[in-house]
């Protein structure tokens, strides 16, 4: 009886203590995504003002994938947290020259306020809504993977074989793919699914950043067509 009793009384705490890991994943998740987006914008609005150029596609391939190795090997130390915000402040700066081209076109100033509006809303409205219903996004891993990886190979494609039609196909899908990013993996913290804030971090990071950039090659577009 006293066994069974201990038993009774130990699951409600493995719950709680859940419970708790899981709420603490995500305050820390959100206060260091707060974090990175406000150095990336700092980042990108230094390269804006110096008005670099862009390093190029190469540079920013290497750049990108050898940061997001090195904060997945980090991920664990406290040099993920260096990492993690060498990697959004590079992305920041590669963002500052294409946010400069934007502006230079008519209408420049109200497309990049409209992309950033519009990547604000999506991200607020999917977070809230994965956070508020507590609803399993699992099942878009699979899809969302091969998507991605689709669309970042036909992003390549574009670029050297110069198809604008591609190039806005690939945009309006990324569209899509990071709304679906940002309610997998969302959801893949509240369901226990990622225990390590600093990667949950990268994951919305760079969904916001794909988001940003795609609704603002689509609004550009449909400016300088009107």
């Known amino acids: 009886m006293n066994q069974a009793n201990t038993q009774a009384i130990a699951l ?11 709420n603490r ?8 995504l707060s974090m990175t987006l406000l150095f990336a914008a700092a980042t990108a609005a230094g390269a804006v003002a110096l008005n670099l150029p862009h390093p190029g596609l190469i540079v920013t391939l290497i750049g990108y994938f050898g940061l997001l190795f ?24 590669t963002l500052g ?9 008519p209408n420049g100033g109200q497309t990049v306020m409209t992309a950033m509006a519009g990547t604000g809303a999506i991200f607020v409205g999917l977070s809230g809504y994965a956070l508020t219903t507590r609803k399993d996004f699992s099942f878009m891993g699979g899809f969302l993977m091969v998507g991605i990886l689709v669309a970042f190979v036909a992003g390549l494609a574009a670029i050297f074989f110069e198809i604008p039609a591609l190039s806005l196909t690939v945009s309006a899908a990324f569209v899509l793919l990071m709304s679906g990013l940002i309610l997998y993996e969302t959801s893949n ?5 990622e225990t390590n804030y600093v990667m949950a971090t990268v994951t919305l990071f760079v969904a916001i ?14 400016n300088s067509s009107d």
């Open 70 to 93: 090195a904060t997945t090997k980090l991920r664990n130390s406290g040099w993920g947290l260096v990492s993690v915000f060498a990697l959004t402040g590079f992305m920041g700066y």
């Open 189 to 193: 913290i509240i369901h226990g699914g």
């Open 209 to 222: 950043f794909n988001l940003f950039t795609s609704l603002l090659q689509l609004l550009g577009f449909m």
């Open 97 to 105: 020259p294409i946010v400069s081209h934007y502006l230079g076109l």
């Open 25 to 32: 994943v995500i305050r820390n998740t959100y206060l260091l």
């Open 12 to 22: 409600p705490r493995t719950g709680t203590e859940s419970v708790l890991a899981t």
